[in-house]
């Protein structure tokens, strides 16, 4: 009989790649954890690392990761903490190798297995799959992949918690994996430990809310929580978040004493309506969660329990992210001053339009905002402030193209604004804008059955 | 009296896509009814006209105390295409929290 722990600690250390450096070694040393989850990918990471892949196949993985690891292995070999992390992007294997050579040379050879996660990488297989029928079509538009394969930049599934557990069952410290869901390295630790079934619907929801509350990081423990900010204590010292998990699926969430922050209802609250869709039906390749079953405590200070979450059976199908080339945008800044700073800034835009327009040249889409005055709530702002009295205002105009030519035209004609147009502006420090390649995401839904997950274990 | 939704909820707001989720949290439970019968999603499309191109659509989540918007075609293609300052609906919540709504004194 295997004995099972009574409670499982899973600390959140990043909430994206380029979140705060000192959380991981904050949250393996500022008190007991079993299990580090780190967070590295959004939508538009794996092409940027698909890139770098195809330039130097040696890359292609989130390379702060290797830092991290350098910075806390000591720590986390010594006291037993397991890392879960999708820092592996599209070469999972070498950021492995890269994480081994760095436990070797701190002389923990021999102490520490890594445990490799990939089969979610569609991007060699794309042309077999729609050749057999999987068109990949686009859950937005309906359109089939096909319409744009020539420009595919990289392609992945989302891969579950199953592959971190069998990592973790094998024997792994460290589990680096590609697409792995944001929610899965939370999930697969628990399942882990606490034996659960992978049709334990309700246990692996509740695994999956755990997930989606710590994968943001700080964002459920005061970060960007606009209930009662401006008294939310010690934001400079922010405590991230924890996940203690029981058998039965229920969990607190908190955080480790002497750290900033808050963890209260409503900023556990604020976190999971983040990026929600229909809340009875949070998909995941593990499960279904149902958020309406969802019941929040204040169990404590800095302590909210959640319970009584509802899960059910996992679909037929994975997510697929696709990215692909799409065209060019490019985006101009000006700053006008009072007097009549937005009517200046209002002008400024009118010329611009006009001298576009005479030069024949076409866009997909040019918008403009002004900063300051309505580029964050439009319209809705304006009618409550008196306009006359605005210091300044930004004025921001983007273009975009399917071709790069009309783009960069577009960005020869901000700066002879400032001579002749509109008066009292100043902010062209940096220069002519660039145009910039812009990298669309392509969401799709493939057959389970027809993405193989694989696990391999590497020994330091 | 009329009384803004800043006083009476927090919010917060995220992306998938083109579509920015708006999930608004009464500030106290007693609130949530005032919220689910005068916050729809009609209302919410007029608040917003002309920043957004398409449907709005609305959840309820009593067990929160909070509603779920989407705002489709609020983002101008979203992510890495548009070309909005908010181009991934960080603080479309902020905006609703603007609306009007009548409460009884």
Redesign the interface.
């Known amino acids: 009989m295997i004995s099972r722990p009574t409670t499982v600690r899973v600390a959140g250390g990043q909430g994206f790649w380029g979140d705060w450096l000192e959380a991981p070694y904050r949250q393996v040393t500022g008190g007991p954890v079993d299990y580090l989850m780190m967070d590295y990918l959004a ?2 990471t794996m092409s940027i690392l698909q890139k770098q892949k195809s330039r130097d196949p040696a890359r292609g993985y989130a390379s702060d990761f290797i830092t991290q690891m350098e910075r806390i292995l000591p720590t986390v070999v010594e006291r037993g903490i397991k890392v879960t992390a999708n820092a592996g992007g599209v070469n999972p294997r070498a950021c492995a190798m890269a994480v081994a050579a760095v436990a070797r040379k701190l002389g923990l050879s021999g102490r520490l297995t890594i445990g490799v996660v990939t089969g979610d990488d569609l991007l060699g297989r794309l042309d077999g799959l729609i050749a057999r029928g999987h068109d990949l079509k686009n859950l ?1 538009t309906g359109r089939p992949l096909h319409d744009v394969r020539d420009r595919v930049l990289s392609a992945n599934a989302y891969l579950g918690a199953a592959p971190v557990v069998e990592a973790l069952q094998r024997g792994a410290q460290v589990v680096i994996t590609g697409r792995v869901t944001d929610t899965g390295l939370t999930l697969g630790p628990l399942m882990h430990a606490f034996g659960w079934a992978d049709d334990a619907w309700d246990r692996i929801a509740a695994g999956t809310v755990a997930g989606h509350i710590i994968e943001c990081g700080a964002q459920c423990s005061g970060g ?1 929580c ?2 009662d900010w401006k008294r939310i204590p010690d934001m400079a010292n922010v405590g991230y978040p924890i996940v203690e998990a029981r058998g039965d699926g229920s969990f607190d969430i908190v955080k480790h004493p002497r750290t900033g922050g808050r963890i209260d209802v ?1 900023s556990v ?12 039906a949070y998909i995941t390749p593990d499960g279904v969660a149902d ?6 405590k204040q169990a404590g200070k800095d302590r909210v329990r959640v319970s ?1 979450i509802k899960g059910k059976p996992a679909t037929d199908k994975l997510k697929v992210s696709v990215a692909y080339f ?1 065209g060019y ?1 490019a ?1 101009g800044t000006l700053v006008y001053a009072w007097p009549d700073a937005l009517e200046k800034a209002k002008a400024a835009d009118r010329i611009l339009r006009q001298r576009l327009d005479d030069l024949g040249l076409t866009f997909e ?3 403009t ?1 002004f ?1 300051g005055a309505d ?7 304006l009618k ?1 402030i008196d306009v006359a009295a605005i210091p300044e205002v930004q004025l ?1 105009v ?3 193209a399917r071709d790069e030519a009309p783009v960069d035209r577009f960005t020869r004609e901000i700066a002879p604004l400032i001579l002749n147009g509109p008066p009292s502006v100043t902010g062209f420090a940096g220069g002519r804008p660039k145009p910039e390649e ?4 392509w ?1 799709a839904l493939i057959d389970k059955k027809m993405v193989e997950p694989a696990v391999e274990l590497i020994e330091t | 009296m009329k009384r803004r939704l800043v006083d009476l909820a ?9 579509t920015a ?1 708006i ?1 608004l ?1 009464a ?1 106290k439970p007693k609130d949530y009814p005032i919220l689910v019968k005068q916050v729809t999603a009609a209302r919410v499309a007029r ?2 006209k ?2 957004i191109n398409g449907p709005v659509e609305r ?8 509603l ?1 918007f ?1 705002l489709h075609g609020a983002l ?6 548009s ?4 181009a991934q609906g960080k ?5 609703l929290l ?1 609306m009007e709504i009548e409460v009884k004194t």
């Open positions: 939508e538009v937005d960007n606009l209930h409503a609250t604020e976190q999971l309506v983040y990026e929600m869709g229909d809340p009875n958020f309406t079953t969802i019941q929040l009584g799409y945008k985006v889409a040019m918008h905002e900063v580029a964050t709530h439009g319209p809705l702002g409550d921001r983007g273009v975009r812009i990298v669309a995401y969401p | 927090h919010a917060r707001s995220g992306d998938k896509g083109d989720n999930g949290i500030l608040h917003f002309g920043m959840f309820e989540l009593p067990n929160l105390h909070a779920n989407l101008d293609g979203g992510g890495t295409v070309l909005k300052t908010d603080v479309f919540s902020t905006a603007r």
